[in-house]
């Protein structure tokens, strides 16, 4: 596609659920990058992949929180037992491989509320 | 320490004046360093970035990096209405970008 589609835009779920956040990437992106963004803040790292393998995931906050993305293109993002403060906007970028230090661009986001 | 501080503003210009924006970094080995804008409800945009001391101009947007003071500005010359958004500034390190909480931009008709 023309750019990084990210869907839902909205969802809200109660504490305890689990849910999945999916990412289409720029059509031959092999890099793809998820991203969380609190209220106020600034975005933050989560993970990065290169291909099918997630190169790292350091930013993972804790084991709730899992990435996938099995043919090296769409990524889904899963929390599960999800907790309120998961709530915030979940941000996907991709990039051509190795050219990441010039910038990329992000998908819309999915708004994450846990009621 | 963050890696990356900002005045959250907010900051208030009039329309056609210069809008600066700062920001300082940690890591004095940090090399490459992004200002994005963000308007309410989307995601950020890349505006430009920077990896030389020294200035790197940009039709209204002027980038500036101080390495030795761990410093790095935007100015948005002739601010127009439409620039009122957050800038985000963040710099780049291995596969990750490190943002700062960004500076609210009011551009005043």
């Known amino acids: 596609g023309a750019g990084v589609s990210q869907t839902p835009s909205n969802k809200v779920t109660e504490k305890g659920k689990y849910v999945e956040l999916r990412c289409d990437p720029i059509?031959?992106?092999?890099?793809l990058y998820w991203y969380r963004q609190s209220l106020g803040q600034g975005p933050e790292f989560l993970i990065y992949f290169q291909g099918t393998g997630a190169a790292d995931d350091s930013g993972l906050p804790n084991d709730r929180f899992f990435a996938v993305r099995p043919e090296g293109s769409v990524s889904t993002l899963k929390i599960q037992r999800t907790e309120r403060g998961d709530s915030a906007v979940y941000l996907c970028?991709?990039?051509?491989?190795?050219?990441?230090?010039?910038?990329?661009?992000f998908g819309s986001g999915t708004r994450l509320t846990v009621v | 320490q963050k890696e990356v501080e900002q005045n959250s503003g907010p900051l208030s210009v009039p329309e056609g004046a210069i809008a600066s924006l700062n920001c300082t970094y940690s890591?004095?080995?940090?090399?490459?360093f992004f200002w994005y804008r963000q308007y309410s409800g989307k995601s950020p945009e890349l505006i430009m970035f920077?990896?030389?001391?020294g200035d790197k101009e940009d039709g209204r947007f002027t980038a500036q990096l101080n390495k030795a003071s761990q410093y790095v500005s935007l100015l948005i010359r002739d601010s127009q209405p439409s620039d009122s958004a957050t800038y985000l500034c963040?710099?780049?390190?291995?596969?990750?970008?490190?943002f700062g909480t960004g500076t609210s931009l009011t551009v005043i008709p």
């Open positions: 920077i990896y030389s001391n």
């Open positions: 059509s031959g992106h092999t890099a």
């Open positions: 890591d004095r080995g940090s090399q490459s």
């Open positions: 963040a710099l780049h390190r291995g596969n990750q970008f490190y």
């Open positions: 970028a991709s990039s051509p491989r190795g050219e990441s230090n010039y910038g990329y661009t």
